[in-house]
């Protein structure tokens, strides 16, 4: 490898682009994963930023117990953001359906029937540091040989 390659998979490391969705959900997470953006917890400081555009992001973070009208769209979703990518399951909702799989409610979990998911993160809901330390801890592998991943 160059050393041109090695420091751009350095620096790329550094620069994590994450989007969000939610396929059926309280909103209870999409609450905490907002909170990683205001000032409390800043995410940006780690290097993290947050896109609406799949097709800017490395990582997805995905929230809800995935309702029937979104198992399509999620896998359009994920087919859209270029190589390398993770998701994680933020949640319990879309790692078991949390509390509306006890209702018997109309769902479909768990997410990675229909994604791969790379983390999890369990809680209802989970803390905004729980959140970040996924993200951050998929950094190393998810940018390894990040220039040689994309070819
Ligand atoms: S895990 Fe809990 S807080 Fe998060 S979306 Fe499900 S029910 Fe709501």
């Known amino acids: 490898m160059s050393i041109l390659q090695e420091i751009k998979n350095r620096v790329r490391s550094k620069s994590i682009h994450v989007t969000f969705v939610d396929v059926g959900s309280c909103n209870g997470c999409d609450i905490e994963v907002l909170a990683c953006l205001a000032p409390r917890y800043d995410i940006e400081q780690y290097g993290i930023y947050v896109h609406n555009n799949p097709r800017e992001a490395d990582v997805l973070l995905v929230m809800g117990a995935i309702t029937p009208q979104w198992t399509d ?74 220039e040689e991943k994309q070819r």
């Open 73 to 146: 769209k999620l896998r359009d979703l994920w087919d859209k953001i270029p190589e390398p990518k993770a998701a994680i399951a933020v949640g319990n909702c879309p790692i078991s359906g949390c509390v509306f799989a006890r209702r018997h409610m109309y769902i479909e979990p768990p997410v990675e029937k229909y994604i791969p998911i790379a983390a999890q993160v369990p809680g209802c809901p989970p803390r905004p540091t729980e959140i970040l330390n996924a993200i951050l801890s998929l950094a190393p592998t998810l940018f390894k040989d990040y």
